[in-house]
Nanobody, 122 residues
Framework: QLQASGGGLVQPGGSLTLSCVAS????????FGWFRQAPGKERDWVSC????????YYADSVKGRFTVSRDNAKNSVYLQMNNLSAEDTANYSC?????????????????WGQGTQVTVSS
């Protein structure tokens, strides 16, 4: 199971760090992804990190503002989000796949967290 947290209400230009903690399995042998879904819209891929943590990818809409990382010792993955705007408002979910490579398709992931809401508003 995955538990995402760290969402909340933040002003435009602000920052948040989302956390995703795994239980019941070790993250060491999994690649992770972050996805988000805004009201009335489809779920979008945001970022991913490979099993070794040395390869990361980002959607164009967040590139340069978001940073994904992992701490295997804490069985956790993180998403640092800077310079947030209203367009980033969504429910953010983390997902894990027993794979070495970074994955962008939601269908590739076996484990999903329940999501944490991020609202960017003044």
């Amino acid at each position: 199971q995955l538990q995402a947290s760290g969402g909340g209400l933040v002003q435009p230009g602000g920052s948040l760090t989302l956390s995703c903690v795994a239980s019941g399995f070790t993250v060491d042998y999994h690649a992770f992804g972050w996805f988000r879904q805004a009201p009335g819209k489809e779920r979008d891929w945001v970022s991913c990190i490979n099993m070794n943590g040395d390869s990361t990818y980002y959607a164009d809409s967040v590139k340069g503002r978001f940073t994904v990382s992992r701490d295997n010792a804490k069985n956790s993955v993180y998403l640092q989000m800077n310079n947030l705007s209203a367009e980033d408002t969504a429910n953010y979910s983390c997902a894990a796949a027993p794979a070495t490579m970074c994955l962008k398709s939601a269908r590739s992931y076996d484990y999903w967290g329940q999501g944490t809401q991020v609202t960017v508003s003044s």
